[in-house]
């Protein structure tokens, strides 16, 4: 789960030349501002309208959307840097570190939170009202948030008291294993993603292969829910790719030692840029009631009251 990207890391052996460098830059902007642009877009339609801010379902989205607006700017910015300034404040590394693995956790939590709002509407659906509560949705972010925190900010605590003060002060390239060095913390990482993996993925095929059982053949409702889910299924299997980012750029580093900062750029592109574009298409495109709204906002229109 390194938020620096896939190419980055290997800039130190891999200088691009100016054009390749310009090039790429201008890929990678034109990508953060066009999707979060969109993610905006979305944001603004559900603080405009309350039959979406009293749901549930759409507050648990859009939680997930401002998650990937954040480590969208985050992974945009540690690239830029990458290229620019090559070294920051090892301090300023750890605030964005620390900020972007709270939101990439944050998201296999919520897309599990998600499936399992899909599965009380179509198996429970008379309970629906009662347990998903907007109350109850905002007190599940703050969980979400709490869990993230404590599987993250131990490699902080473990950085404190491990490494001198003056290391605080140096200039570091801004990747995860250049301010979190202990192996202790490594070991924790590979252990905490497992564990995350795993309950989600119980909870994203029960909650599947329970609609897929409990509805009625011909409800709508139930075989959308049940394509949203597969959706969520594949947004975590993007998720997952980051997981296994040092295995993939030690293969590339095999298969392809001549082209390797290229190789490592079209992974950045899809495990750290493209994973945040699904987000939209699940609701803002999918679903009839946000789209409405949405494409007024997106094409600059007079809003629907």
């Known amino acids: 789960m390194n938020v620096s990207s896939a190419n980055v890391t290997v800039i130190i052996q891999y200088r691009d030349s100016f054009a390749t460098a310009v090039t790429k830059n201008m890929v990678v902007v034109a990508l953060g ?6 993610n905006a877009s979305l944001i603004h339609t559900f603080r405009k309208h309350q039959v979406f801010y009293m749901n549930p379902r759409y507050i648990l989205f859009i939680h997930l959307v401002v ?12 690239f830029l840097l990458s290229y620019t300034l090559y070294t920051i404040n090892v301090s300023l590394c750890c605030c964005a570190i620390l900020l972007a693995l709270f939101t990439t956790e944050n998201t296999p939590l919520n897309l599990a939170c998600m499936a399992v709002e899909c599965y009380i509407a179509i198996c429970v659906p008379l309970r629906h009202a009662q347990i998903c509560t907007v109350k109850r949705t905002r007190m599940l972010i703050g969980l979400i948030w709490a869990t993230s925190m404590l599987s993250v900010l131990p490699d902080l605590f473990i950085a404190l008291a491990t490494e001198p003060l003056e290391f605080f002060h140096t200039r570091v390239f801004c990747l995860r294993e250049t301010v979190f060095r202990n192996p202790t913390v490594l070991k924790k990482r590979d252990i905490t993603y497992i564990v995350f993996l795993v309950i989600v993925w119980l909870i994203i095929f029960y909650t599947y292969f329970r609609i897929l059982f409990t509805a009625k053949e ?3 409702d139930a075989k959308k829910a049940q394509k949203t889910i597969l959706l969520h299924g594949f947004q975590l299997l993007l998720c997952m790719a980051t997981y296994a980012n040092h295995l993939l750029k030690n293969a590339l580093l095999y298969w392809f030692p001549e082209h390797h900062a290229d190789s490592l750029f079209a992974c950045y592109i899809i495990i750290h840029i493209l994973p945040r574009s699904i987000s939209p298409i699940i609701y803002g495109l999918r679903d009839k009631t946000f789209r409405r709204y949405l494409k007024r906002y997106l094409l600059c229109k007079v809003s629907i009251q």
């Open 33 to 38: 501002i066009s999707i979060n642009y969109i």
């Open 67 to 78: 998650n990937d607006m954040i480590q969208l700017m985050l992974t945009v910015m540690l």
């Open 218 to 220: 011909a409800s709508t």
